[in-house]
């Protein structure tokens, strides 16, 4: 017998042991699923592959050897094996797929052939919560990988450093297609290195610090603790989704410098040790900065806004109580500072508004008690409720008054406890 049929032994409470015989080449799907008991398993060096689910919520412990005739790992196919120690990964696999370890609270180490780590890689995919909730420390991504799948190293609470392929040398990796037109396979040439980083890839992973860039001999190019993207990079997160790709890990350090169009909603909220975003003159372009990207990093001390921004969404700084200093895009399309964009900023003394502005939503400023003088461009012709709620009785607001660019403010705009008293009306 050479196969192990799917679903055969799923849900055997009792069964404590397995040892599989050399005729064994393939576990089906679900073949031992929930076996809860199972605690010691004898592994054939001549498995060839292993089914989606077939080991999952199963409990042997220490080291996994997998054969080397193993090519096939299937979805989900160790998921919540939470005593397993050490994962070798063999040569013949080249995709990693979605939850294969997931939820591997003893994972700590996981072996890919030496190749991985060369322009010679085979891996060409990692998929969805691939690693999500291992005891991983360090990982060092395959090459030829190009997307970092949703939740990858989620709630990995001991991951610190990972490093990935700066892909500066034009390497490639070789594939195979059809062509639509003659039905044909042929050859193509892809360029090896992270193009994309999804949503909630490193979420919760908090004492996550470093994305390390290495060359082709797998040499450090780039600081240490601090996350650096590569230059292949151009997305992280999505726009219209909460993406959380950083949020709620220890970086210190980001550096944003790469090909992104866009930083993403919740890109590091809640990362409490953030204290510094570096976007660097090579990126392309950053339009918009979605709502709430830096919410709650409370050591951000200063941040720079690209002039190419043009849109930024709600609470992108909200919370952020060391943040002392930031300059705004003076990019002529961008025209809104939007709701609570700054709320809680306790730290922040001043701000220039650039003429660019022209409408300033809700509680923008709200609570922002360090604030002591502020100009309001003629430019603003939209001035919301509760703008400056909240803010210290000393706050000096000077606003430029141009052919009636009040008029249409809203009655409600300063808040409490501020009244006209804090108020300099300037005619220009």
């Known amino acids: ?25 393939h576990i089906g799907e679900y073949a031992f699923d929930d076996c809860i008991s199972l605690t010691t398993l004898e592994w054939s060096d001549n498995i060839e592959t292993i089914g989606a689910y077939s080991f999952r919520n ?50 700590s ?18 998929g969805i919560a691939a690693f999500r909730g291992t005891a991983i420390s360090e990982f060092t991504i395959p090459f030829s990988v190009r997307n970092l799948q949703e939740s990858t190293f989620e709630n990995c609470e ?42 909630k890839v490193f979420f919760n992973a908090n004492s996550f610090k470093e994305l390390v860039l290495v060359d082709q001999n797998n040499g450090a190019t780039s600081p240490l603790n601090r996350v650096t993207l590569p230059i292949t990079i151009g997305q992280l997160g999505e726009q219209n989704t909460e993406s959380y790709v ?21 890109l590091a909220k809640n990362s409490p040790l953030l204290r510094e975003v570096i976007i660097g003159p090579t990126v392309t372009g950053i339009s918009t900065i979605y709502k709430e990207a830096f919410m709650g990093c409370v050591a951000l001390e200063t941040f720079v806004m690209p002039d190419t921004v043009r ?17 705004l895009s003076t990019h002529e399309s961008y025209y809104t500072l939007d709701t609570n964009m700054f709320r809680g900023c306790t730290s922040l003394t001043d701000i220039v508004i650039p003429n660019n502005i022209k409408a300033i939503k809700e509680r923008v400023f709200e609570s922002c008690t360090s604030l002591r003088t502020i100009t309001i461009p003629s430019s ?21 008054v141009h052919e009636n660019n009040i008029e ?18 300037e005619e220009e």
């Not at 799917?6 to 849900?11: A, G, I, L, M, R």
């Not at 400056?388 to 706050?395: G, H, K, T």
């Open 58 to 107: 199963t409990h042997f412990t220490g080291e996994v050897a997998f054969g080397d005739n193993v090519n096939v790992i299937g979805e989900g196919a160790f998921q919540n094996a939470s005593e397993i120690t050490k994962i070798t990964i063999p040569e013949g696999v080249k995709v990693i797929n979605n939850y294969v370890f997931d939820g591997c609270s003893s994972l």
């Open 158 to 199: 001991n991951l610190t450093s990972v490093r990935t392929y700066n892909n500066t040398e034009g390497t490639t990796r070789t594939d195979y297609v059809i062509d639509e037109e003659t039905e044909e396979i042929r050859e193509i040439q892809i360029s090896q290195g992270l193009t994309k980083i999804a949503i």
């Open 109 to 126: 180490e996981i072996i890919f052939p030496s190749s991985e780590s060369t322009p010679n890689s085979k891996i060409v995919t990692m």
């Open 1 to 25: 017998m050479d196969t192990i049929s799917n679903y055969v032994f799923q849900d055997c409470d009792n069964l404590v042991e397995l040892h599989l015989s050399d005729d064994v080449k």
């Open 408 to 425: 249409a403010w809203n009655d409600n705009w300063l808040g409490s406890p501020l009244t006209e008293a804090n108020v300099i009306y």
């Open 380 to 400: 603003v012709i939209s001035m919301m409720s509760n703008v400056f709620n909240q803010c210290d009785l000393a706050l000096v607001i000077t606003v430029k």
């Open 246 to 266: 950083f949020a709620e890990t220890a970086i210190e350090v980001l550096d944003l410098t790469s090909s992104i169009r866009f930083i993403a909603p919740t």
């Open 311 to 327: 849109a930024t969404n709600s609470a992108i700084f909200e919370g952020c109580t060391s943040l002392t200093s930031v300059t």
